[in-house]
């Protein structure tokens, strides 16, 4: 994979200086996570590492990111909503089925 496909930024701040990876070759990572929960991992042929966060998406909404057609359309209604062309409908409560 092209490291331009990787690196969204090039801006990197130091978070620690000779870290050295337990006996079972762990490594603690601790605040330099963030909030992340999952990462893809990048090796370059010099050893280099780059931890890439990820979200998983839950199997039941998997179908919107396997239909192209639908997720355009969602991706346009979040532009025109952004953009303020959006008009009240009023409520739907009236068609939902308990």
């Given at each position: 994979?092209?490291?331009?496909?990787?690196?969204?930024?090039?801006?990197?701040?130091?978070?620690?200086?000779?870290?050295?990876?337990?006996?079972?070759?762990?490594?603690?990572?601790?605040?330099?996570?963030?909030?992340?929960?999952?990462?893809?991992?990048?090796?370059?042929?010099?050893?280099?590492?780059?931890?890439?966060?990820?979200?998983?998406?839950?199997?039941?909404?998997?179908?919107?990111?396997?239909?192209?057609e639908a997720l355009a359309q969602v991706k346009q209604g979040l532009r025109e909503s952004a953009e303020g062309r959006?008009?009240?409908?009023?409520?739907?409560?009236?068609?939902?089925?308990?």
């Amino acid at each position: 994979m092209s490291a331009s496909a990787v690196l969204k930024s090039t801006d990197f701040d130091l978070v620690a200086e000779f870290a050295q990876p337990d006996a079972k070759k762990r490594l603690s990572l601790g605040e330099a996570l963030g909030g992340a929960k999952a990462f893809n991992i990048y090796r370059n042929p010099l050893g280099q590492l780059i931890l890439d966060p990820v979200r998983t998406i839950p199997v039941s909404e998997m179908w919107l990111y396997e239909n192209p057609e639908a997720l355009a359309q969602v991706k346009q209604g979040l532009r025109e909503s952004a953009e303020g062309r959006s008009a009240e409908r009023g409520s739907f409560a009236g068609y939902a089925q308990d």
